[in-house]
Nanobody
Framework: QVQLVESGGGLVQPGGSLRLSCAAS????????MGWYRQAPGKQRELVAS???????NYADSVKGRFTISRDNAKNTVYLQMNSLKPEDTAVYYC???????????????WGQGTQVTVSS
């Protein structure tokens, strides 16, 4: 119904930057919220940032001032610009969208496959 493809993860030194992208495709009627979560080894998955269709954003306290979430509604794509990265940002980052499917007009919560971000010297 809805597929999410993430890209942009990798290895970066502390203080560096990465940009994650997530493109949604499929039978999409509309997308309300798009967001990024992360899960570090041995920890629960946590919200990093989210953005509504009206561009209202929400950030975890740990990333405020360093990360910026944005979206391109025409492309059904969400981005996460990560600056001043720290070792504690190391995690698998997952894209998440709340979307309404065109065929059934039913809402659903969809996840990407995850992309690894490693911050290390």
């Amino acid at each position: 119904q809805v597929q999410l493809v993430e890209s942009g993860g990798g290895l970066v030194q502390p203080g560096g930057s990465l940009r994650l992208s997530c493109a949604a495709s499929g039978s999409i009627f509309s997308i309300n919220v798009m967001g990024w979560y992360r899960q570090a080894p041995g920890k629960q998955r946590e919200l990093v940032a989210s953005i509504t269709s009206g561009s209202r954003t929400n950030y975890a306290d740990s990333v405020k001032g360093r990360f910026t979430i944005s979206r391109d509604n025409a492309k059904n794509t969400v981005y996460l610009q990560m600056n001043s990265l720290k070792p504690e940002d190391t995690a698998v980052y997952y894209c998440n969208v709340l979307a309404i499917v065109r065929t059934t007009l039913a809402g659903g919560n969809y996840w990407g496959q995850g992309t690894q971000v490693t911050v290390s010297s």
